[in-house]
């Protein structure tokens, strides 16, 4: 009953005339991958030291405020995630132009028609499932790519909006940067709002992200979710 | 006119001892400090003292009344004494043709030398009809009297963002001072503000002739330059984690820290914590209530005052970002778990289908 090669690409196990083959392709090079875990830890971090500042929760009540700094700590937690960050973003923008061709700022953008193509292919076969087999890319498909780059608007946002808040503690040049954000958007009480609505972003973009790597590996078989650990994705070799 | 303020205070039969106690108060206020006290007198004695006008628009007045109750009586005597207040609807005793000619007289005598203290929002709509004076609108009243002012001083809120009037939907289209004047506004926000705060913007004036050091948003750096939360005397309980969960708690009766009960204090600039109110008494967070934010521009409509986020647009007044947050969360959940029934649907298809490969090629 057990058939151990269905679906993914596990070809040598069966002799067959016309054996399924798979080429292994190094899609994620180390600074990406560096950069996924890095942003995975500061995100899941900044979201819940985030949700914690907005609403504490009761507790060390027992004891007095000279005993304790839970809430001091959490803030901290925050901007220093903060910094990790945003300076770990800032070197994932960098490797956008030296990195490999997956890795290429212009997979980001649908400049081109086969890009175009390709979001109606994914949506298609994908989102909506109408089709039984799409094309598969192997990096990035283009319409994950240019939710990505949706999700880079929404880093700029929180990390102005952020740093815009936190200029108010804070004499250095880099949070100073921001001052000018608060009164643009109305005060600090506005830009705390904002900044606070768009952790729910992540919150979302985390379930749609983790159920749709599991999805990718689980339809297609090639490897995607180790390929964030080695890099290694495979890619059936044309017939 | 033309008299100095020791001049004047010598004519009210004042001694040279008292002259000298309100130059030692008047450079504290200014953050002159001792050794600004020479300075002083010496303004006090050589400089002639500064008409004032004090303009009225759309306000409650509360920035008079406490500006009349600082907590240096010397002062705030001294100052409504000794300055030439030409021109003010609260407390002048001459009314009609009378004050109308005053406050033309101090324009004509002191162009370029007078102070202009504002209270008040100044409405622009339909022709700015919602706030009249003798016959004129508030807005060329401002006119008139900024054109050659040395200095104008845009007191309260009202004044500086629009306060209550500004609030939406603003239906008169009130305007913060600033907006409407092409001068340099050195804005003194609050609901009142601090009468302290108030003396010594004035004395600051009056002393040195020239502004303080205002901040991006025109408000003097001194007073306004950090949060009620930084120097708020419960900050150690916020770090530490301790709040007040409902008014009538144990916690409250404690004095932790407001902010889960809506204090404004960490996203407010104002000197509340450090000068206090009426002499140095208390502040609204000492009284047990948290800040509501009253020198904020806009704070009327980040409400509800006792949450701490604000209530979110379309979706009822008790929900907050957080409540939107979890909707959408859960509704995404929803969509991928929808997403991987179908999703196994599809397996199925796709097993069944390599199945009927290798039965055809075997």
Not at chain 1, 169 to 195: Q, Y
Request: with cysteine; glycine share 8%.
């Amino acid at each position: 009953m057990s058939s151990p090669e269905i679906g993914a690409g596990a070809a040598p196990v069966v002799q067959k005339e016309h054996p399924i083959e798979y080429r292994r392709v190094y899609v994620w090079e180390l600074p990406v991958r560096f950069y996924h875990w890095i942003n995975a830890v500061a995100l899941v971090m900044l979201c819940v030291t985030g949700y914690l500042i907005g609403a504490p929760i009761r507790a060390f009540y027992a004891a007095e405020a000279w005993q304790q700094y839970w809430f001091g700590w959490i803030r901290f937690l925050h901007f220093v995630s903060a910094f990790v960050y945003v300076f770990n973003f800032l070197a994932r923008l960098y490797w956008g132009f030296v990195g490999n061709k997956y890795a290429k700022w212009n997979n980001f953008f649908p400049l081109t028609r086969r890009q175009r193509d390709e979001i109606v292919d994914v949506i298609k076969t994908d989102v909506l499932q109408t089709r039984m087999h799409g094309t598969i890319s192997t990096g990035h498909n283009a319409l994950a790519a240019l939710i990505y780059f949706f999700t880079f608007l929404v880093f700029c946002f929180q990390t102005i909006t952020g740093f815009a808040l936190y200029s108010s503690m804070s004499n250095s040049w880099l949070p100073r940067m921001f001052v000018w954000i608060v009164p643009l958007m109305g005060g600090e009480f506005a830009v705390r709002f904002w900044h606070h609505l768009f952790l729910w972003f992540f919150v979302c973009f985390t379930i749609v992200h983790v159920y749709l790597a599991f999805y990718h590996d689980y339809i297609e078989g090639r490897g995607t979710i180790s390929s964030i650990v080695g890099g290694w994705k495979f890619e059936r070799e044309k017939e | 006119m033309g008299q100095s303020i020791w001049q004047t205070m010598e004519k009210k039969g004042y001694s040279r001892r008292e002259f000298l106690q309100l130059c030692t108060a008047a450079a504290a206020a200014a953050g002159l400090g001792k050794s600004g006290v020479a300075q002083v007198a010496s303004a006090f004695q050589t400089r002639e003292k500064p008409a004032v006008v004090w303009m009225h628009f759309q306000e409650c007045t509360c920035c008079s009344e406490s500006f009349i109750r600082a907590s240096h009586p010397i002062v705030a005597d001294a100052l409504l004494d000794v300055l030439s207040l030409n021109y003010t609807e609260t407390l002048m005793a001459a009314s009609g043709f009378q004050a109308e000619k005053s406050l033309s007289d101090t324009i004509r005598d002191n162009k370029g030398k007078y102070i202009v203290l504002v209270e008040g929002a100044v409405p622009t709509k339909d022709d700015g009809v919602y706030c009249m004076i003798g016959g004129r609108t508030a807005q060329s009243i401002l006119q008139t009297v900024a054109a050659d002012a040395a200095a104008i001083v845009a007191w309260g809120s009202c004044a500086a963002n629009g306060c209550v009037q500004a609030a939406r939907p603003n239906p008169t289209g009130a305007t913060p001072i600033h907006k409407l004047v092409n001068k340099p506004v050195i804005n003194v926000p609050g609901c009142p503000p601090i009468a302290d705060v108030m003396m010594a913007v004035v004395t600051h004036l009056l002393v040195l002739g020239k502004l303080p050091a205002l901040d991006s948003l025109g408000r003097p750096k001194e007073f306004y330059g950090r949060r009620v939360h930084d120097t708020c005397y419960r900050r150690p309980n916020y770090d530490a984690g301790l709040f007040v969960e409902s008014w009538d708690d144990e916690n409250a009766r404690k004095g932790y820290c407001l902010y889960k009960m809506g204090c404004r204090g960490p996203v407010t600039y104002n000197a509340c914590s450090v000068v206090r109110w009426n002499e140095g008494t208390s502040y609204p967070i000492q009284s047990g209530h948290g800040c509501i934010g009253c020198s904020e521009d806009g704070f009327w409509d980040n409400g509800p005052f006792y949450q701490h986020l604000p209530s979110f647009p379309g979706f009822g007044i008790e929900s907050t970002a957080d409540t939107v947050g979890t909707i959408v969360g859960v509704a995404t959940l929803a969509g991928v778990a929808a997403h991987a029934v179908v999703t196994n649907v599809r397996k199925h298809q796709v097993i069944a289908e390599v199945r009927a490969e290798e039965r055809k090629e075997s």
